[in-house]
């Protein structure tokens, strides 16, 4: 299957890192010290980092990473984070390595040390010093074993989650040291867990059971592996082991049982999806009576301006995404009102050739995004106070940015439901969908009201877009993604209903999510579709009816 | 809409004449007229001819339950799939051992996936009369249960539009799944030939050809002698008052419903003449856009005129031939544009036009 | 019985046709189509390739042509439309003439043209990896063959300690063949069952939520677990974005990815994805001069210096200096010519080895395994230690064990039996 045509000579010496690395940390550590005493003379952090293209081989670049990682310099932080992240070159002129990045086809040189600009460099001029997940992961080792000393407890915390893992007698060795002293009752109880890890991979039958004890009611995926593992061996007591054995079945009882809440939270946001995309329609389709196609485009706009406005903000994204909550609202809103006034009022009264005109409105949008902006998908970044998960207890975590939207979802909810309810102008839309004749002999301008309504729930969709930039592709093609499905919730739920556009969005979310993990995600979905179109031929107006204009249409 | 343009005997004997004259004249240009003739017809040509009039006949289906009954499917691309697949099945069964593989029972998408044995709902595809019943009866039958569930809770107007694109949907879903057993996303193709003829043969496209074109004009025929009958004109009225076609006793249900069956056989129809002609279906044809497309062709040629709707396929398929090859960039703004010009200017169609200018 | 009838204007048409051909002979174009999509779904992957073609035969124009002749490319726009591919082939062949085309990125638009180029005898040179299982004798595979991209993939992933694996992938044939072959040769060395997991997910999937905790709760089994993944375009960034909100790093699961390359990761935050991985036959970062001088002219063409070359892009680049090379050789652009002679020609690629086309109409790659890192670019972390033949038939699946392809004498076949000795689908 391998026929021979050429060989790659340059990564031997990189193939055999990745030996060294799979070696454990015990073994470096001596030979650091033994580095460190055959040296001459202390070698500066300059000096170690320019040596790093040098080392060909394994031992020597173990020996040099080690050497640079004792020497306790203040930098050592800096060329490590660099070196993680790939950032790392050798200036072939100067044969100095340097930090760079990327710019168009140069690259911007700075001084790995002091962080000084360097000046550019094209791509013939740098080499790049490679790094892969194990040298990741072994850099991580060693700064976490340095930070269990660390002054913070949350460094401290993360550097006991970083090592828990790990096999290795050096982290042993570590997580003793640190129990003796640490002050910190919940790192205590942290590094009991992991100490009673290490006690059961052990050789010493006196410990288990105490090991036995600490692990009670924790469903950890190391202490399972621990219990796991504990369970399978030979050399124990029978009784132990049977314990171990229902340790691990209580935890993996619990984790069943938070899977379930968890699947409830997935329904949840992603019904808070739908109900963002679907509640802007739940208003123009709804209380209008308007099929607007062009709605999902409407959502891209949103997420396009997301985008334009981190262009403006590139060192701000969480401002840029906040700023952009407004501004969307404002810019798909004045589309909307722009197509309202320029062609929606021209249909009202003939449904289908709005649904007809609103398509070709779409097709427009989308070819237009496409060639301003590029087919290409556009780069939306994640505020850092979205990124990661909030962890409940362990085995079930929830998302910020999905806690995020789904809060989010209902506070526009909540808005609109408001604005409808307790305002002049709700009163005013409300009246007018209801009788429009009798509206207007009563003084309201009908006409103002329409477009002010499209461009309410227009802006509502550009809104949505805010948010979908959180979850998914920023691309010509994003609208098309939710319109079917949003025409689905606003009449699954009851037209003209805004509590029915709520209920219809959760219960399709939690209904999916449900079964999603019984029959797959493409069958989940088709189910769903069908079962949607059942009940709609049975209860055509959906789950909550509301007589409003759109009952005259035939 | 009085006097329908498509009533027109001048436009009905030009459409006859039109159809005819394309089933004689193309095999001629084609296989007798020498390449350089100004005459002459490509096989590229003929090929794009046979495309172009599966696509009239399913806009015809389309005006027939859009343009008189007044229902607006957004899933007419379903029922023309669903015919393609089974005419589909049928040229795949006839590949027989001449398939990579050399397998006489499996098709060769399935002996890579593995599949120790031929489905049941393939059963029977080896015979050509079961295809040909097949292509009728699949699309007939999903409208006619379709069909039955939305018309007995009187679902019309836009709800029964958003359903028909829900039901296309979800049957794209369906079919991209590979375990449906249809090929998935790749569907069906490397077909050899039809009924013993080599399909890649000139002479073999001409006679599809042939027999397309006398497949729409029977069709149009057949759409024409169905509305000038009493039921045509129940079928009408209920386009224009269906609350007074109820009071006055009809059954407004099933008039519906045998209208709406009868223009999902013809989609079918139209689907399993245009998979031998363009050599491959899959799962793309179900795709919500694709219905969306046919209603604007009826809406440009003129709906409620049968001859309008397949005018407008023609003519937006050639464009779209020709902008895609000449201006890719701009076939989706002219497509849009179409779709608000002809909405807000020309409600009666390319047709309609013809006919104020006749009047004037 | 229509064509006894019509067989001397056949014979009529053929001849004029031959004499047309051979009066192209003398200073004419050669004609190159390009069949790429340019609008719809497609045009995101498939426009660039276009411009590649045109800047090769721009250049090789520059250079003086190919037989004293200058080339001439013909662009057509299939639109993503898979019915649409074939028409237009058709269209590339018959009105157009072209001699060569260069074309498709999917399978299924691969299968829509493959009956319209064996019918015409045209040349078709297909740039992106696929599923195999294909051996046609007008088209030429310079993209990856299973064997070239997902086995050596595997093969780095179990050096490195992975014992459990997810098959992630989106619902269609590439991932399914993919997934088989891979299934099998798990197996083979020594992985359980219970130690894969299979996942499909449709076309533009965004809701990953139930399959990343489903993986998460996978990999918390304590055996080293990776994700390969054959996830589709569109989908790929919700599904990192929800790997990195649900915790997992490259560190505790990497994922592997066929079909992510440097244009797709572009429209990406790639912050969260760094040390993921990539297995591909080219990656833009590769440290050679060939390489540096392919960005210089590509960047310099497109007048851009933010744009990107990735995997395919190599891929045409390959696969037209091997027709020029084969051109040369015939002395003809004659498709049948050029099938003879182009068998066995060597031509550079961008990695510093050297392509070969094979007799089964695959070429020869090398393997590299590439991690994301924070620029958008990948760095490689592994090589296969030679270039790897093309296989168009997998050894893993049961339905081809026994089959090979071969273009050359005595065999000409794209499947031959070697268990029956014969040609297997030949009348």
């Known amino acids: 299957m391998f026929g021979t045509v050429a060989a790659y000579p340059r990564w031997s010496w990189w193939m055999s890192l990745g030996l060294f690395l799979a070696v454990s940390l015990g073994g470096w550590t001596r030979v650091t010290a033994q580095?460190?005493?055959?040296?001459?003379?202390?070698?500066?952090?300059?000096?170690?980092?320019?040596?790093?293209?040098?080392?060909?081989?394994?031992?020597?670049?173990?020996?040099?990473?080690?050497?640079?990682?004792?020497?306790?310099?203040?930098?050592?932080?800096?060329?490590?984070?660099?070196?993680?992240?790939?950032?790392?070159?050798?200036?072939r002129r100067s044969r100095t390595v340097v930090e760079g990045s990327r710019k168009g086809s140069r690259y911007l040189l700075t001084d790995v040390l002091t962080g000084e600009a360097l000046g550019e460099a094209g791509r013939r001029d740098v080499r790049r010093i490679p790094v892969d997940n194990r040298l990741r992961a072994e850099l991580r080792t060693v700064q976490a074993l340095g930070a269990l000393e660390a002054r913070d407890p949350t460094v401290r915390q993360a550097a006991i989650s970083t090592l828990l893992g790990s096999s290795d007698p050096e982290v042993h060795k570590a997580f003793e040291r640190r129990r003796g002293v640490e002050p910190?009752?919940?790192?205590?109880?942290?590094?009991?867990?992991?100490?009673?890890?290490?006690?059961?991979?052990?050789?010493?039958?006196?410990?288990?059971?105490?090991a036995l004890n600490t692990l009670e009611g924790r469903s950890e995926e190391n202490v399972r592996t621990a219990l796991r593992q504990f369970s399978a061996r030979s050399d124990v007591l029978e009784s132990q082991q049977v314990r171990a054995q229902r340790l691990l079945e209580r935890a993996e009882n619990r984790l069943r049982w938070l899977a379930r809440l968890e699947a409830l939270f997935f329904g949840l946001s992603l019904g808070s999806v739908l109900l963002l995309s679907a509640v802007g329609l739940a208003i123009t389709f709804g209380v209008m009576g308007v099929i607007n196609m062009a709605h999902g485009e409407l959502i891209m706009l949103g997420a396009y301006t997301t985008w334009a406005l981190q262009q403006l903000l590139p060192t701000q994204p969480g401002i840029a995404l906040l700023l952009a909550i407004p501004t969307a609202f404002f810019v798909a809103g004045g589309v909307g009102l722009a197509l309202e006034r320029g062609v929606i009022r021209f249909l009202y009264g003939r449904p289908l050739e709005t649904l007809l005109a609103t398509f070709g409105i779409s097709l427009i949008l989308q070819q237009l995004v496409r060639s301003l902006f590029s087919p290409l998908n556009r780069s939306v970044s994640s505020p850092e106070w979205l990124a990661g998960a909030w962890e409940i207890v362990p085995g079930?975590?929830?998302?910020?940015?999905?806690?995020?939207?789904?809060?989010?979802?209902?506070?526009?909810?909540?808005?609109?439901?408001?604005?409808?309810?307790?305002?002049?102008?709700?009163?005013?839309?409300?009246?007018?969908?209801?009788?429009?004749?009798?509206?207007?002999?009563?003084?309201?301008?009908?006409?103002?009201?329409?477009?002010?309504?499209?461009?309410?729930?227009?802006?509502?969709?550009?809104?949505?877009?805010?948010?979908?930039?959180?979850?998914?592709?920023?691309?010509?093609?994003?609208?098309?993604?939710?319109?079917?499905?949003?025409?689905?919730?606003?009449?699954?739920?009851?037209?003209?209903?805004?509590?029915?556009?709520?209920?219809?969005?959760?219960?399709?979310?939690?209904?999916?999510?449900?079964?999603?993990?019984?029959?797959?995600?493409?069958?989940?979905?088709?189910?769903?579709?069908?079962?949607?179109?059942?009940?709609?031929?049975?209860?055509?107006?959906?789950?909550?009816?509301?007589?409003?204009?759109?009952?005259?249409?035939? | 809409m009085s006097s329908s343009p498509g009533n027109s005997p001048f436009l009905h004997r030009a459409t006859i004449a039109f159809f005819l004259g394309l089933a004689l004249w193309v095999p001629v240009a084609n296989l007798l007229l020498p390449a350089e003739s100004p005459l002459a017809l490509s096989s590229y040509s003929v090929s794009l001819l046979g495309k172009y009039l599966c696509l009239a006949l399913l806009a015809l289906a389309l005006d027939l339950l859009w343009g008189y009954a007044g229902l607006l499917s957004l899933g007419h691309g379903a029922f023309f799939a669903l015919g393609g697949y089974a005419m589909g099945m049928y040229l795949m069964r006839q590949i027989g051992t001449r398939g990579v593989y050399g397998d006489a029972d499996l098709p060769d998408f399935m002996v890579f996936l593995d599949w120790s044995e031929l489905p049941w709902y393939w059963w029977g595809f080896d015979s050509f009369p079961f295809a040909m019943l097949m292509v009728l009866l699949v699309p007939g039958v999903l409208a006619l249960v379709f069909g039955w569930l939305a018309f007995r809770s009187r679902v019309t107007g836009v709800y029964f539009s958003i359903m028909t694109q829900a039901m296309t949907y979800a049957l794209m879903l369906a079919f991209f799944r590979n375990e449906m057993g249809f090929g998935g996303n790749n569907g069906l193709t490397d077909f050899k030939d039809l009924l013993g003829f080599d399909l890649h043969a000139d002479s073999t496209r001409c006679a599809l050809l042939v027999v397309t074109a006398l497949t729409v004009l029977g069709s149009y025929m057949l759409c024409r002698r169905l509305l000038a009958t009493r039921f045509g004109a129940v079928v009408t009225a209920l386009r224009d008052q269906e609350g007074r076609v109820r009071f006055l006793g009809y059954s407004v249900a099933s008039y519906k419903l045998v209208v709406f069956v009868l223009s999902a056989m013809l989609a079918g129809v139209a689907g399993a003449l245009y998979v031998p002609q363009v050599g491959i279906i899959n799962p793309g044809e179900f795709q919500p856009l694709n219905s969306i497309e046919i209603a604007i062709w009826v809406a440009v040629g003129g709906r409620g005129t049968l001859v309008g709707a397949m005018l407008?396929?023609?003519?937006?398929?050639?464009?779209?031939?020709?902008?895609?090859?000449?201006?890719?960039?701009?076939?989706?703004?002219?497509?849009?544009?179409?779709?608000?010009?002809?909405?807000?200017?020309?409600?009666?169609?390319?047709?309609?036009?013809?006919?104020?200018r006749g009047h004037g | 019985m229509l064509y006894r009838l019509y067989q001397p204007i056949f014979f009529v048409v053929a001849l004029t046709l031959a004499a047309m051909a051979s009066r192209a002979q003398e200073g004419e174009p050669i004609r190159v189509g390009v069949l790429h999509s340019l609008s719809g779904t497609m045009a995101i992957s498939e426009t660039t390739l276009k411009d590649t073609v045109l800047m090769l035969v721009e250049q090789q124009n520059a250079r003086g042509g190919l037989l004293g002749r200058p080339l001439e490319a013909v662009v057509v726009d299939p639109a993503s439309d898979w019915p649409l591919f074939a028409e237009k082939a058709r269209e590339l062949l018959v009105r157009e003439r072209v001699d060569v085309v260069f074309g498709c990125w999917t399978s299924v638009s691969r299968k829509s043209v493959l009956p319209v180029f064996e019918e015409l005898n045209g040349l078709l040179f297909y740039p992106v990896q696929y599923e195999g299982e294909e051996s046609s004798q007008n088209v030429f595979y310079t993209g990856a063959a299973p064997n070239q991209q997902a086995i050596p993939a595997v093969d780095y992933l179990m050096n490195q300690g992975v014992q459990r694996w997810v098959l992630a992938g989106t619902d269609?044939?590439?991932?399914?063949?993919?997934?088989?072959?891979?299934?099998?040769?798990?197996?083979?060395?020594?992985?359980?069952?219970?130690?894969?997991?299979?996942?499909?997910?449709?076309?533009?999937?965004?809701?990953?939520?139930?399959?990343?905790?489903?993986?998460?709760?996978?990999?918390?089994?304590?055996?080293?677990?990776?994700?390969?993944?054959?996830?589709?375009?569109?989908?790929?960034?919700?599904?990192?974005?929800?790997?990195?909100?649900?915790?997992?790093?490259?560190?505790?699961?990497?994922?592997?990815?066929?079909?992510?390359?440097?244009?797709?990761?572009?429209?990406?935050d790639t912050a969260p994805l760094v040390g993921h991985l990539a297995a591909w036959n080219y990656f833009m970062s590769v440290e050679e001069d060939v390489n540096y001088d392919f960005i210089d002219e590509w960047l310099a063409y497109i007048g851009d210096d933010d744009r990107v070359t990735n995997d395919p892009m190599e891929a045409h680049y390959i696969g037209f200096n091997l027709w020029a090379a084969a051109v040369e050789k015939a002395g003809t652009a004659d498709p049948s010519a050029v099938q003879e002679a182009i068998i066995g020609v060597s031509v550079p690629n961008l990695s510093g080895g050297m392509a070969t086309m094979l007799p089964n109409h695959h070429i020869t790659k090398p393997v590299l395994i590439g991690e994301i890192l924070d620029d958008g670019q990948f760095q490689v972390v592994w090589e296969t230690p030679a270039a790897v033949a093309g296989d168009a038939w997998s050894d893993y699946l049961p339905g081809s064990r026994n089959l090979m392809a071969d273009w050359t004498d005595p065999v000409r076949c794209g499947n031959y039996s070697t268990e029956e000795n014969r040609c297997l689908g030949a009348d």
């Open chain 1, 184 to 210: 910190e009752a919940a790192l205590r109880s942290s590094l009991d867990v992991a100490l009673a890890i290490f006690a059961l991979g052990g050789h010493d039958p006196k410990a288990f059971s105490a």
């Open chain 3, 172 to 268: 269609y044939v590439y991932p399914r063949t993919t997934n088989k072959i891979l299934q099998a040769y798990l197996a083979q060395n020594g992985v359980a069952e219970d130690d894969i997991l299979v996942s499909y997910t449709p076309f533009g999937h965004s809701d990953w939520q139930s399959i990343v905790a489903q993986i998460k709760r996978f990999g918390g089994a304590g055996k080293k677990t990776a994700v390969v993944s054959t996830v589709n375009g569109d989908a790929n960034v919700p599904f990192y974005k929800e790997l990195a909100n649900q915790g997992i790093s490259a560190a505790d699961i990497p994922v592997i990815a066929f079909s992510v390359g440097e244009e797709e990761l572009s429209g990406i």
């Open chain 1, 396 to 554: 079930l975590a929830l998302t910020y940015n999905r806690l995020a939207i789904l809060g989010f979802s209902l506070l526009v909810f909540a808005a609109l439901l408001s604005l409808m309810k307790y305002t002049r102008f709700g009163l005013q839309v409300r009246a007018v969908a209801q009788n429009r004749a009798m509206a207007r002999a009563l003084g309201v301008r009908s006409q103002r009201v329409d477009a002010l309504t499209f461009a309410l729930g227009s802006g509502v969709a550009g809104i949505a877009g805010v948010a979908l930039t959180q979850l998914t592709n920023v691309g010509p093609n994003l609208g098309q993604a939710y319109i079917i499905d949003s025409f689905l919730v606003v009449v699954f739920g009851g037209v003209g209903n805004l509590w029915g556009t709520l209920v219809a969005a959760f219960s399709l979310g939690i209904a999916n999510k449900a079964l999603e993990p019984m029959v797959g995600a493409v069958l989940a979905k088709i189910l769903l579709l069908i079962a949607l179109i059942l009940f709609l031929q049975r209860r055509p107006q959906g789950l909550f009816p509301r007589r409003g204009r759109q009952e005259e249409q035939g």
């Open chain 2, 312 to 356: 407008g396929a023609f003519v937006i398929a050639a464009v779209e031939t020709l902008l895609t090859a000449q201006f890719p960039e701009a076939w989706l703004f002219a497509l849009g544009a179409l779709f608000l010009l002809v909405t807000l200017f020309l409600p009666r169609g390319l047709l309609g036009l013809w006919e104020r």
């Open chain 1, 35 to 91: 580095t460190v005493e055959t040296s001459p003379s202390i070698p500066s952090l300059r000096e170690l980092v320019n040596r790093l293209p040098e080392a060909q081989d394994e031992e020597a670049r173990r020996a040099l990473l080690m050497h640079i990682a004792a020497g306790g310099d203040a930098a050592t932080e800096r060329v490590f984070a660099a070196l993680e992240r790939g950032a790392l070159y050798v200036d």
